[in-house]
């Protein structure tokens, strides 16, 4: 009996490890991927940053409607940079990542600075951001589904 309860201690202990482990390589296989995000959208390369997400991505962005699809995650982004909109600073944190079969959902916090036409200053924000990423079948992770939005309320004054 007791070699049985120390036997079964030491697999859950061991499957505990592994998992922890596999969330500590997701985490820096995701950070890896996040830097050619930063990468792509310093320098405006928007296909760059597409080819990080699934064909059938969902992307939820804030103040702004649900695009479904690779094809309209595109007509955003090129929207986007039509208008003049360009980021010039970019600084995603993951905090936590729950990896699930599959699908593994990052949490994380961002800081952000961007010009607009007209704009004297960068505008600054800081927000958060839930991304599931999906794995592929040569084990690399590709964009789901996103999402994020700013923590600065537009109706306030932030102190």
Excluded: C
């Excluded at 940053?49 to 804030?62: K, R």
């Excluded at 949490?107 to 599931?132: A, N, R, S």
Aim: glycine share 6%; net charge negative.
């Amino acid at each position: 009996m007791i070699r049985t309860v120390v036997l079964f201690v030491a697999m859950v202990t061991a499957v505990s490890v592994f998992g922890q482990q596999t969330a500590r390589d997701l985490q820096t296989q995701i950070e890896d991927l996040n830097k050619v995000m930063v990468k792509s959208m310093l320098a405006g390369d928007i296909e760059s940053n597409l080819s990080l997400y699934t064909e059938d991505a969902i992307s939820l962005p804030s103040n702004e409607p649900l695009r479904e699809g690779i094809a309209e995650i595109r007509k955003g982004a090129e929207e986007m940079s039509k208008s003049g909109f360009k980021v010039t600073s970019f600084e995603p944190k993951t905090v936590k990542v729950i990896p699930e079969g599959k699908l593994v959902t990052e949490i994380g916090t961002y800081k952000i600075k961007f010009t607009m036409p007209g704009m004297e200053e960068p505008m600054e924000d800081h927000g958060k951001y839930l991304t599931i990423w999906e794995k592929q079948s040569d084990g690399s992770l590709k964009i789901k589904v996103d999402t994020w939005n700013s923590d600065v309320n537009p109706m306030k004054e932030e102190k």
